[in-house]
């Protein structure tokens, strides 16, 4: 079973289409896509992926706020959205949950975690952690742009702190590990690049708990073909691909 994360980038506009046949050619069986919108581009990019076979899709993007990024479930498989109470910090927007009836079942979980200037980041960290501190749905993954990283791992230049470090920390604690890091270990990967600086951060993970582990097979970040020019990208931000033993 092969699972794709992708922020799609300020909900795909322009580049839907080709944002579809990249999708297309890594050949998932479910999708997590993030800066998902309310807007005519994503929901064409929505329809393409039903066409695609990705026919369960659930959503926290809103009609009455089209232009706000928000995440999208997309999967072959008959799912259930699940609606959790999660605390403040803005989760039941930037946090989705869907119970997928896969040959072997499992739940799919997007998020995208808050940047540090809307200070709503450290009230969603402890809102996750305590959601998945009492976790009892069995195997699970959950893939987001977490805005956040191991200081002097994930980064090119200094900006995870003790907090980011203290998050991720905690998810481990609580039985979560970084599929990236469990199969590659202190491997150097950049998933999003600073537009002024050009420096390179790792943002989006996955994290699988115990019960999911042991399917666990590859994980691989995936930039897509480039658009026009070699430097030009399908969005700023790499997709993660990750392969489970069905």
Request: net charge positive; aromatic share 8%.
């Amino acid at each position: 079973m092969r699972i794709v994360f992708w922020n799609i980038r300020a909900g795909g506009g322009v580049r839907v289409g080709r944002i579809a046949a990249q999708i297309e050619r890594w050949a998932p069986d479910a999708v997590a896509l993030c800066e998902f919108r309310a807007t005519p581009p994503s929901l064409e990019l929505a329809r393409s992926l039903a066409a695609l076979g990705l026919a369960y899709q659930c959503t926290t993007a809103q009609p009455s706020l089209p232009s706000a990024n928000r995440l999208l479930i997309a999967t072959r498989f008959p799912m259930r959205r699940l609606r959790l109470r999660v605390g403040p910090g803005d989760p039941g927007r930037l946090l989705l949950l869907a119970s997928v009836d896969a040959p072997e079942p499992l739940t799919l979980g997007a998020m995208h975690v808050p940047n540090r200037v809307t200070g709503r980041k450290d009230l969603f960290y402890a809102a996750v952690l305590t959601l998945l501190g009492r976790w009892q749905r069995g195997p699970t993954m959950l893939l987001g742009d977490t805005n956040s990283g191991r200081p002097g791992l994930d980064e090119e230049t200094r900006v995870f702190g003790p907090r980011e470090d203290a998050w991720l920390s905690g998810l481990e604690q609580s039985g979560w590990l970084d599929a990236f890091r469990l199969l590659r270990g202190t491997a150097r990967a950049y998933t999003w690049y600073s537009p002024n600086g050009g420096n390179g951060f790792r943002l989006d993970q996955a994290f699988v708990n115990d019960q999911l582990r042991h399917r666990l097979r590859d994980v691989r970040y995936d930039w897509g073909r480039p658009v026009g020019r070699p430097s030009r990208r399908l969005s700023d931000h790499a997709a993660l691909l990750v392969d489970l033993q069905s």
